[in-house]
Each structure stands twice: as C-alpha cells, then as structure tokens.
C-alpha cells in the first residue's frame, strides 16, 4: 500500500470511529490499535501500555492533575460569586460596568481554576441572573459568560498550553508567559464590546422610555458606598494572592510547574477551608470525586491521543504529510492561514486536548520550517481553539450556558457569542501584525528565544 493510501485510509477510519459516538479517547485508541495490528509489527501489540507509559511519563504532566484539584477546589466553593459580586460592587458607576465586571470576573476566575466550563458555571451563575435583572438582553449576557470562560485555556496556568507545551518540546514557562500579553488584550477587547453594547442597549431603552414610558432596568442607576465595597475584599483578596503567589513560585525560580501545581492545589484547599468552612469530609469529598473524574478523562484521551500520534509517526504518515505540506512552497503566511483554517474546522468537533496531539506532529515541522516561533504559534492556536469553545455547532461553553440558563434560547446564546468570536479572530490578526504582543513578556524575563 502507497503511503497515500495508508494515510487516506488512516484519516478515514478516524473520521468514521469519530462519527461513531464513542468518546473521544475510546475512538483514538481503538483506531490506533487497529492499524498496529494491520499495518506493524505482531510485537507492537504487546508494548501498548509500556508505549502510552512512555509517552505519559512525563514530569509537565504530572501538573495536570494538580491544576484541575486547585480549580475543582474554588470551583465548588463560593469564591466566583464573590469575585462576581466584588468586581460588580467596584465597577458598578462605570457605563457598562455590570458587563465589564462580569468579564474582569471570568479572566479572574479562569486563572485561578484553568477551567473553561467551570468559569462559565461558576460565574454565569451569578452573573447571567444579575445581568438579566437589570434589563441585558439574554444574548449579550449570555456572550459574555460564555466568551469570558474561554480566557480559562490561554491564561496560565492552562491545561491546554501544558499539553502543547509537551506535544511541541517547548518551555512551558516561557508558553505560559506569552498567553498574560494576549489575555490581556482579550479582556480587553471584550470589556470594549461590552460597553459598547450596552451604550447601544441603554439608548434603545430610552428611546423606547420616551415612546411608550416603558421603563427598563437598564434606566436604573446604582450607586454603591465605599463601607459595601471594602467588605467584598476580605473573600476575594486571598484568591488573587493565591493567583500572584503561584505565577511568583513559578517565575522566580522557586518550583517548577508540578511543584507550583501541587502547592497551589494545597493553598486553594486551605482557602476554602478558613474562608467557606469547606474542610469536613463530607464537604471535601465532591472536590477530590470531580477531580478524579475530570483528571481521568483527560489523562485518557491524553494517553490515547499520544497512543495514536505514535502509530502515526511509526507508519510515517505524519512525516510523509508534514513533508508534503513544506514541499507545496507555500508562503508562510498562507502556511498559517491554511493550518488555522484547519484548527478552526477541527473545533467543530474536537477539543483542544485532542486538536493538539492530534496535529502538532503534522503541523509543527511546516510551520517550524517556515521560521515561525512556537512559542508564538501556541498562543494563536489556544485563541482559536478557544473560539471554537463558544462557535457552533458544538462549541462546549454555549451547552454549558444553556444548562445554566434554560430559558434562555440557543439561537439567542449562539448569536450572543459571535461578535466575541469576531473579536478573537481580531486578537489573532494583532497579534500576527504585532508578535511582540505573545513574545515580548518571555524575552524580558526569560530572555531571547534561541529560535526566531
């Protein structure tokens, strides 16, 4: 069989275990399996648990597990409503401040959890009521829970940039510094929009005041004291110490991202503790079961994802395609709209974990070719997997949003979403104009990559 054939086949049969219905990491291991038993060496079936051992034992892993424990444990404890509730009391005289604070809010949450859907539940579940009640139109209150949890996998400490971290042989401290500058500029960029819109929302709803003297809440004006927003801080300062604290042990020199990981776990479990009185068996047992369920299924379909990218590199398929695409010559930019668009189209169906072991050994030798850093690439791939979280058809955080707010609609939630796909997308061309924005933070405190 042509090495065309073979990876014709290979990608079909994918597809098809795909289409399936089975999960994710049971679809991947099965195919890989299969072509091991077709296509290698009768041997090659009985290294199977010594072959995902290997690719597995790695150290950078290892932080996985603990990161998802240190958001399980503010997930589950009243800290997003707080830091809702605080940012909404601070920002409440701004024009717009209840959507702005519910972004703030979101980036906040989603660096200290790392967790997509955890920072839409946590969030969303204040946020959305509150923003209804005060005369937001579902869609745009729903975009902007939807859209501030995807900030979850750039900023650090991120699951999906440890696993590309691993997948492209990169420093993962220098990946986790390069998403701060973009993250930023997300927060931003939707903070800008959400302002935007409710000056046009607000307008709509006095004209609509002169014309029928139907009142919204959104004519309502609320003031806070200064005694109501020096109460909110004694819950919310210690996350956001906890947050620098873990980004310094981490940057300083003084853990490494396992170490970091196991000690922000351990201090997360202290605040719930001393802060919510979270500390019985009782109360701690869901944290420690969502954790184990959680970090199991991700440790699967990574095992099976690394499973799967061997059997690729050992039949040679993903060096025969990668060697296809550089002997195409295309130029680089059109390389990097073609893998994007790629990305883009695998986002319908995929996420972010497998997207990423899946594609990195097809993807990166090109683009490293090229001369694109990889560094830089990382963080144009987490922001366009992240539109992929909120893009239909099956974007993971509008499903989670639709649980957290039945009577909303689909169609209201999906076009809520779009202008904050948009913006990414905006965020991805700035950042290809201006590369600095992902690599200027690594070269200033980890110096000049060595590869440009």
Request: proline share 6%.
């Amino acid at each position: 069989m042509t090495m065309l054939s073979l990876g014709l086949l290979f990608g079909a049969v994918t597809l098809l275990f795909m289409f399936s219905g089975a999960p994710i990491s049971f679809a991947l291991g099965s195919v890989a399996v299969l072509f091991m038993y077709l296509f290698m060496p009768a041997s090659a079936l009985n290294t199977v648990t010594q072959n995902v051992y290997e690719e597995m034992a790695s150290i950078t892993l290892l932080s996985i597990p603990l990161f998802i424990l240190k958001g399980a444990a503010i997930g589950r404890s009243r800290a997003g409503q707080d830091l809702y509730a605080a940012m909404h009391v601070w920002m409440g005289r701004i024009p717009g401040g209840l959507g702005i604070a519910n972004v703030f809010a979101c980036a906040l949450f989603a660096a200290m959890a790392g967790s997509s859907p955890a920072t839409c539940s946590a969030i969303g579940s204040a946020g959305i009521p509150e923003m209804r009640k005060r005369g937001y139109s579902p869609g745009f209150a729903a975009g902007i829970i939807a859209a501030g949890g995807t900030l979850g996998i750039l900023l650090p400490p991120s699951i999906t940039m440890i696993l590309y971290a691993v997948a492209a042989e990169q420093s993962l401290g220098r990946l986790f510094l390069a998403g701060i500058f973009p993250g930023v500029l997300l927060v931003g960029l939707f903070a800008f929009y959400a302002a935007m819109r409710y000056r046009k929302e607000h307008r709509l709803a006095k004209a609509e005041f002169e014309r029928s003297g139907a009142a919204s809440a959104l004519l309502l004006d609320e003031t806070f004291t200064n005694r109501q927003k020096f109460e909110m801080l004694p819950r919310v300062v210690p996350f956001v110490l906890l947050l620098i604290g873990v980004m310094v042990a981490l940057y300083g020199g003084f853990a490494t991202p396992s170490e970091t990981a196991g000690l922000g776990a351990l201090l997360a479990l202290a605040l719930i503790a001393t802060i919510y009185g979270v500390w019985r068996p009782r109360d701690v047992a869901p944290i420690l079961t969502a954790t184990l369920r959680e970090s199991t299924m991700l440790m699967m379909i990574i095992g099976m994802s690394l499973l799967f990218s061997y059997v690729m590199s050992f039949l040679h398929i993903s060096q025969s395609t990668a060697e296809w695409v550089v002997g195409m010559h295309l130029s680089k930019w059109v390389l990097l709209a073609a893998i994007l668009l790629m990305v883009i189209l695998l986002g319908f169906f995929l996420p972010p974990v497998s997207i990423i072991l899946m594609t990195a050994p097809i993807i990166l030798p090109p683009l490293k070719a090229a001369g694109f850093d990889l560094i830089w690439f990382g963080v144009l791939m987490t922001i366009v997997m992240e539109a992929g979280l909120i893009h239909p058809p099956v974007g993971l955080n509008i499903f989670v949003i639709k649980n957290i707010a039945p009577d909303i609609s689909l169609s209201d939630i999906i076009w809520g979403v779009l202008p904050f796909v948009l913006l990414m997308f905006l965020a991805v061309f700035l950042i290809c104009v201006f590369p600095g924005i992902a690599t200027a933070l690594p070269d200033a405190v980890m110096g000049l990559a060595t590869v440009r």
